[in-house]
């Protein structure tokens, strides 16, 4: 869910924006005073600052972005839709600038929603559901082309689609959701 800021009462009786594309967006909010704080090459409007110092109220997601050929980026997403083919990211090295990057889907093994960047690398994650467990969804034990074993519940799984979320079996870990790339995975399997 998307939330905006609210305008001040200079500009409380122009029409909303809520235009996502186009360099015509930018130029009326640049004339009016109102210009983005975060767009990218493409000119994907993904945030508007009214007033300067206003607590924000759109929520970021932290996220680690891993590629199909191993890479691995961290950042911070607005704009992630598991029915679209690309996202925005704020890399966490340039978290406080305006650079975005745009990510593709077709390039991803997985994009995992995190509660911290560097994790606990002394914690020892469950990768199984405890007996009598229940779990919001399906079970699931899904593998990677690359060996990689995540275990956990999803709601929407349907292979005919281009990817899926799974809850990881353990909620006390550093993952709070997984979005699977469906070309990325080598099997599907309901436990």
Same mark, same amino acid.
């Given at each position: 869910?998307?939330?905006?800021?609210?305008?001040?009462?200079?500009?409380?009786?122009?029409?909303? +924006?809520?235009?996502?594309?186009?360099?015509?967006?930018?130029?009326?909010?640049?004339?009016?005073?109102?210009?983005? !704080?975060?767009?990218?090459?493409?000119?994907?409007?993904?945030?508007?600052?009214?007033?300067?110092? =206003?607590?924000?109220?759109?929520?970021?997601?932290?996220?680690?972005?891993?590629?199909?050929d191993? =890479?691995?980026?961290?950042?911070?997403?607005?704009?992630?839709?598991?029915?679209? !083919?690309?996202?925005?990211?704020?890399?966490l !090295?340039?978290?406080?600038?305006?650079?975005?990057?745009?990510?593709?889907?077709?390039?991803?093994?997985?994009?995992?929603?995190?509660?911290?960047?560097?994790?606990?690398?002394?914690?020892?994650?469950?990768?199984?559901?405890m007996?009598?467990?229940?779990?919001?969804?399906?079970?699931?034990? +899904?593998?990677?082309?690359?060996?990689?074993?995540?275990?956990?519940?999803?709601?929407?799984?349907?292979?005919?689609?281009?990817?899926?979320?799974?809850?990881?079996?353990?909620?006390?870990?550093?993952?709070i959701?997984?979005?699977? +790339?469906?070309?990325?995975?080598?099997?599907?399997?309901? +436990?």
């Open positions: 869910m998307r939330h905006y800021k609210k305008a001040p009462s200079s500009v409380k009786n122009k029409p909303s +924006i809520l235009i996502f594309s186009g360099i015509l967006v930018k130029c009326f909010l640049k004339l009016n005073g109102m210009a983005p !704080d975060i767009m990218c090459e493409h000119t994907c409007v993904l945030s508007t600052d009214f007033e300067v110092g =206003r607590e924000t109220s759109m929520e970021q997601s932290k996220v680690i972005v891993r590629y199909i191993g =890479r691995i980026v961290k950042g911070f997403t607005q704009d992630f839709f598991p029915n679209k !083919d690309r996202f925005h990211l704020r890399l !090295d340039n978290a406080s600038g305006n650079g975005l990057q745009q990510i593709l889907l077709k390039d991803l093994k997985a994009l995992f929603f995190v509660r911290d960047f560097s994790g606990n690398p002394s914690y020892n994650e469950r990768k199984a559901f007996e009598g467990e229940r779990a919001q969804g399906r079970k699931v034990e +899904i593998t990677f082309k690359d060996g990689e074993k995540l275990v956990g519940a999803t709601l929407g799984y349907d292979p005919n689609r281009s990817g899926f979320f799974i809850f990881p079996a353990d909620n006390k870990c550093n993952n959701r997984v979005f699977a +790339i469906k070309s990325s995975v080598e099997t599907v399997r309901y +436990i």
